[in-house]
């Protein structure tokens, strides 16, 4: 069948997995409601999914949630998928497989079994450096206890192989003006000290229930524009599909801490080359992720054992044949015409801790 495009020739290059919809914590910009969708896929049906994406062109493998730790069978995935990996560096096959965290369950021996389990790389997440930010911005009462919980959980990814320098433990912040901007410095330079990759979220309009306003997005600019003004920084770019233009700080290498990620969905969007299908826990895929609650695909049809070999492969492949999301574009362009569509006549949105961020 071959590798598939879009109407957009974008090619499909990114499978984002959820295992669960569940969180530990109650961040306000994707506020998770901690209900788990009926028809949970099985580790077999996952599994499939997987195959038929690489057979499409999937090269990355990215797990997330909700919270993903909280999936018991996170590691037997893992090691299932490995047959899937690519005999050569350019050839068919998975490349990565990547997971995202808020890291409070990332306990020593975790990290260990998860990195002996084949995962590649580990994103953390930290929205702020002192207990009080940290409690506003994760939802809970104690900041303090939550911050230490991270901070060992980098050291415990560190300790089982995560190499930082060789981009497979990063950070990531997600970062709204009036909330936690003030964090914005304090971040780099924590960032900095432990010789991570920092990468600042824009906060985006994903899902209902986070208050979302034009207002509160700091922009990528400007955040690039208050680190460097102390920390001299120098253009990297934006790899081709990737999400998060890079800077490099002038008085450290690359491989010490010496990068700075921004990802601009709203101020800057990057939609002309999305190469990512979420698939959400109970198994419906969407191409966007600001896709309209109920518009993506249920595949649970193609994933029963009665199901025809080939039926899920041509289901996602027809899928994605039909994609032409561009909704951050299309907000960006209503803004510039000087209409409220992007902002108030929007379609809502599926929650984000369903379509799994």
């Known amino acids: 069948m071959g590798r598939a495009t879009d109407q957009l020739n974008r090619p499909l290059g990114v499978l984002r997995l959820s295992l669960t919809a569940r969180c530990n914590l109650a961040c306000p910009y994707c506020l998770p409601d901690g209900v788990e969708p009926p028809g949970l896929l099985t580790l077999a049906q996952r599994l499939q999914l ?27 995935l893992i090691a299932a998928v490995q047959p899937l990996r690519a005999i050569h560096p350019e050839g068919p096959g998975l490349r990565e497989i990547a997971l995202t965290s808020n890291g409070t369950l990332l306990s020593a ?22 207990g ?19 901070l060992a959980a980098i050291e415990h990814a560190r300790a089982a192989g995560f190499d930082p320098g ?36 824009e906060f985006m309009d994903v899902g209902n229930r986070n208050g979302w306003r034009p207002e509160a997005v700091l922009s990528a600019a400007e955040m690039v524009e208050r680190i460097g003004a102390r920390w001299p920084l120098e253009p990297q770019g934006r790899a081709g599909h990737g999400t998060a233009s890079r800077w490099r700080y002038r008085d450290r290498e690359p491989e010490g801490g010496g990068i700075l990620a921004v990802v601009a969905s709203v101020s800057a969007p990057f939609c002309g080359d999305c190469n990512r299908l979420r698939v959400t826990a109970d198994g419906i895929a969407y191409t966007c992720l600001f896709a309209a609650p109920g518009s993506g695909l249920d595949l649970r049809p193609w994933l029963q054992p009665d199901s025809a ?33 992007g902002a108030t006549t929007a379609p809502p949105h599926a929650e984000m801790a ?4």
């Open 50 to 76: 997987i195959e038929a994406a690489v057979a499409l062109g999937a090269r990355s493998l990215r797990l997330t949630g909700g919270e993903p730790l909280l999936h018991s069978g996170l590691e037997e």
């Open 109 to 130: 021996e975790r990290a260990r079994s998860l990195r002996g389990a084949g995962l590649d790389r580990i994103t953390l997440s930290l929205d702020g450096t002192t």
């Open 132 to 150: 009080a930010s940290v409690a506003r911005m994760a939802g809970v009462s104690d900041g303090e206890a939550l911050l230490a919980k991270v």
């Open 166 to 201: 060789r981009g497979e433990l990063k950070l990531n912040a997600v970062i709204q003006r009036g909330a936690n901007d003030d964090q914005l410095l304090p971040l780099a330079e924590l960032a900095r000290e432990r010789g991570l990759e920092l990468r600042l979220i």
């Open 309 to 341: 070999a080939g039926k899920l492969q041509g289901a996602l492949a027809e899928l994605w044949r039909e994609r032409r999301n561009r909704w951050s574009e299309e907000r960006q362009e209503a803004w510039q015409i000087g209409t409220a569509a």
């Open 354 to 357: 369903y379509l799994g961020g």
